[in-house]
């Protein structure tokens, strides 16, 4: 299984933007997914989940800013981000668990079996 993020780049706060995570060797409709993120000096922070059967979680300070999807014809993952602020500065992730998880481990890194590279997403006010 390989994750390639793309996407990243220099948004001005309250600007858009679309990260993406091209996925081969698995499909995205068959795994949960996620997006994580990781600020200088910060820990690797959840960002957003989606599961094989649709259902998304958030972290709170993104929910209604920022929204989770896939493209199951194109095997990519998507991360829309709106409103953003300066403190969505942070190298994004995507992450794919190839079984199942249980709700209190979704927002667990350490659970995630595959990561892509990361893409810079850097906000400024």
């Known amino acids: 299984v390989q994750l390639q993020a793309s996407g990243g780049g220099l948004v001005q706060a309250g600007g858009s933007l679309r990260v993406s995570c091209a996925a081969s060797g698995r499909a995205v409709s068959s795994t949960t997914m996620a997006w994580f993120r990781q600020a200088p000096g910060k820990e690797r922070e959840f960002v957003a989940a989606?599961?094989?059967?649709?259902?998304?979680s958030y972290l709170d300070s993104v929910r209604g800013r920022f929204t989770i999807s896939r493209d199951n014809a194109k095997n990519t993952l998507y991360l829309q981000m709106t409103s953003m602020w300066p403190e969505d500065t942070a190298l994004y992730y995507c992450s794919l668990k190839e079984s199942y998880i249980i709700s209190s481990n979704l927002r667990n890194p350490s659970v995630y079996d595959y990561w892509g590279q990361g893409t810079q997403v850097t906000v400024s006010s």
């Open positions: 989606i599961r094989s059967g649709g259902s998304t």
